[in-house]
């Protein structure tokens, strides 16, 4: 059988937020698939962060970067999942995220995987990562709510207008 996607809800974001959340997600998909276009007010790069059904513990994360001169990577623990975002320097510039959650509704740990395309317009500013999470919790996933960041994890961010954010079911 082949897979179907199906839209479950979208945001647009009209003026600047701190946050924008997916509430009372539906239970009766298999998996849940994320698409994010956005750029935050962050003056340097800046990152995108979520949390699931508003908890903030058993969060782990690895992930592989490149920047077009050099390459990093990351392995932890946190209260949050995040992923690079776009700075300020260039209104034409967006990140562009996808994000997988299979078997969501299981009472076993979730895995979360993303990758995600942030292009400033030069190599040193430019990015591609690649990553892979894990939520360590039996609850089923009813909430998904996204954050603006800055690199210390500071709440003080927003989400620039036009970002778009897109919640998908897949049976």
């Known amino acids: 059988m082949a897979l179907q996607l199906f839209k479950i809800a979208s945001t647009t974001v009209e003026s600047p937020v701190h946050s924008v959340d997916f509430t009372?997600?539906?239970?009766?998909y298999t998996d849940l698939l994320v698409k994010v276009s956005a750029r935050s007010n962050q003056g340097s790069v800046g990152y995108t962060a979520f949390r699931i059904n508003s908890t903030?513990?058993?969060?782990?994360?690895?992930?592989m970067q490149g920047d077009g001169s050099s390459t990093a990577?990351?392995?932890g623990v946190s209260s949050l999942v995040y992923i690079l975002t776009t700075s300020t320097g260039n209104n034409t510039v967006?990140?562009?995220?996808?994000?997988?959650?299979?078997?969501?509704?299981?009472?076993n740990n979730k895995s979360i995987s993303f990758d995600n395309v942030v292009d400033n317009g030069t190599?040193?500013?430019?990015f591609c990562l690649m990553s892979s999470g894990l939520w360590s919790n039996s609850s089923a996933i009813t909430q998904l709510t996204f954050y603006a960041?800055?690199?210390s994890?500071?709440?003080d961010k927003t989400f620039q207008a036009n970002s778009t954010f897109t919640l998908y079911g897949i049976l």
């Open 153 to 155: 994890i500071g709440f």
């Open 73 to 75: 990577s990351y392995t």
């Open 56 to 63: 903030t513990t058993n969060y782990s994360q690895i992930f």
């Open 149 to 151: 960041i800055n690199q």
């Open 94 to 107: 967006w990140d562009n995220s996808e994000f997988y959650i299979p078997n969501y509704t299981s009472s």
């Open 24 to 28: 009372s997600i539906p239970q009766g």
């Open 123 to 126: 190599a040193s500013n430019s």
